[in-house]
């Protein structure tokens, strides 16, 4: 194994460098808007560099070798489900950057009449999805980050929320953007060098195809995990996609709709080659070490197969994809306490010249938030998808049905979220069920659909017009311009 040290000091440098990107950035700020969104000037190039990285996250990285190293080709599916996700959430979404919204519960709100009940209660669980996804990312760091320096979960926990909390709450959303596209160029080719040097280290992928059970290598793992099973996996990475707050965050902030088709087409594609590479990473773990704990698999091969140069410029790789995606649920976290939590607590708005101060406050109190989330989590995979199940299934059906449904209104949007996860819930305590489903996605957005129409039919039908609703919204997000309190 290599030198601990080494690696240490190397995560160390990199947290420094993300540190004076943070300083240099935060130079540029001058209102509440640029640190929470950029300016909403995102280009093409940032919007591409900044989304691969997110999508190229702690699950579709560590936690796809993880999985292909049980599962075979079924490391894939994370890739593919989250390609898919970007692609859907383009066709569906994409349109909305045009109504200057800047979080996903102001969006829900506007599809329901500028319901303050919904953009209350979605705001109150957006941030708390938020802190899940964070504390996904922090899980899967500290993972890597203990095996690889041999200290223990809890510090390890801790040094890589610190890592990427630091130059968040120095330069903002632009900071997380422009690291992001750094990271994102980092990991892409920091993987295609892990897969490359896996395949060279076992001697080729027919090595795979021969010494792995057939149900491994056969198309994507269905045969080792059974169809509905990775349909599951597929969907419940998708619908992590359409309902994360930090996507969305993305749309509200590029220069235009034209930039996000742009940039989401070109990340969906990117993204689906990407899943190609942790899976043969897995499967070359396996063969090299069948005994090895799984979710060891992708530190193993950084520290105890490579030699120490390699072993480092694949732990960059594997801390770009953690703390890139980190940084963006993070910031995305914020910008919805300060807009809308702040307002369901206090009856009012931030005035705007306090706005920086109070998301640098509000970004401390959510990185503790999703530190304590994790403690005594360890496995990513099930982490994500559960969560995913439970908190964002309906969520994503209220999007869906308010934006597209004319007879969709506040009650069938919140029977909706109440639906998908009490449908969650059910499944995830049973055992057989949980089983013969693999993730409780699928019936998840069943119930969440179901309860959503039909609570809509014998409900009053919303009167409220589109553009009524898009006019009260504007006016109340005007407040945090110029400065007006009281709401």
């Known amino acids: 194994m290599g030198n601990p040290i080494v690696y240490l000091a190397v995560f160390l440098v990199f ?25 909403r000037g995102l280009s093409s190039f940032l919007l591409i560099g900044t989304t691969v990285a997110t999508l190229v996250g702690t699950g579709s990285s560590m936690g796809a070798v993880q999985y292909a190293f049980t599962n075979g080709w079924a490391g894939a599916l994370y ?14 979404f994409g349109d909305v950057r045009r109504f200057s919204f800047m979080t996903y519960s102001e969006e ?44 223990d979960p809890v510090t390890a926990k801790m040094l890589t ?24 160029f980092i990991l892409f080719f920091g993987f295609i060098f892990l897969t490359l040097l896996s395949l060279v280290k076992i001697g080729g992928y027919s090595v795979i195809s021969e010494n792995l059970p057939n149900e491994m290598v056969s198309f994507l793992g269905t045969q080792q995990i059974g169809w509905i099973p ?23 902030s590029s220069k235009d709709v034209s930039t996000v088709k742009k940039g989401f087409i070109v990340s969906g594609f990117l993204f689906a080659i990407f899943s190609i ?29 490579f030699p120490l140069w390699i072993g480092a410029i694949i732990l960059i790789s594997g801390l770009s994809a953690t703390m890139s995606s980190g940084s963006s649920d993070f910031i995305a976290a914020v910008t919805i306490l300060l807009r809308d939590v702040y307002q369901v607590l206090t009856g009012k708005l931030p005035r705007k010249e306090h706005i920086v101060k109070y998301s640098r406050i509000s970004l401390v109190i959510t990185i503790v938030l999703a530190l304590i ?38 009650q069938g949007g919140l029977a909706s979220m109440i639906g998908g996860s009490l449908t969650s819930t059910i499944i995830l305590m049973n055992d057989s069920l949980l089983a ?52």
């Open 373 to 410: 989330l994790t403690i005594g989590s360890s496995n990513i995979i099930d982490y994500i998808s559960n969560f995913i199940s439970t908190v964002m299934s309906g969520l994503f059906v209220a999007s869906v049905l308010g934006k597209f449904w004319s007879r969709a209104n506040w």
């Open 15 to 39: 947290i420094g460098l993300m540190l004076v990107i943070g300083i240099l950035v935060s130079r540029h700020i001058k209102s509440g808007e640029d640190f929470l969104m950029g300016g």
């Open 436 to 487: 013969y489903w693999g993730n409780p996605i699928l019936p998840s957005l069943a119930g969440a659909f179901i309860f959503g129409i039909l609570v809509s039919l014998i409900t009053p039908k919303n009167n409220v017009t589109k553009q009524e609703a898009l006019r009260k919204l504007s006016e109340e997000r005007a407040v945090m311009d110029t400065g007006t309190e009281n709401i």
């Open 161 to 184: 929320a610190i890592g990427f909390a630091g130059f968040t709450i120095i330069g903002g959303y632009l900071s997380v953007v422009i690291t992001d596209t750094i990271q994102g």
């Open 108 to 151: 829900l709100s506007y599809y329901f009449g500028a319901s303050k009940l919904i953009k209350g209660l979605t705001s109150v669980l957006l941030y708390i999805a938020s802190i899940g996804w964070l504390g996904a990312h922090i899980l899967g760091g500290s993972l890597y980050l203990s095996w690889i320096t041999g200290i």
């Open 79 to 92: 890739g593919i489900g989250g390609a898919i996700g970007i692609f859907v959430l383009l066709l569906l």
């Open 277 to 305: 590479f942790p899976s043969i990473s897995g499967m070359a773990a396996r063969i090299l070490n069948p005994d090895l704990e799984s979710g060891y698999a992708f530190p193993y091969l950084a520290t105890e197969v």
């Open 230 to 252: 990775a349909i599951s996996l597929i969907v419940v990475i998708a619908v992590g996609v359409l309902a994360t707050p930090s996507y969305r965050q993305r749309i509200y």
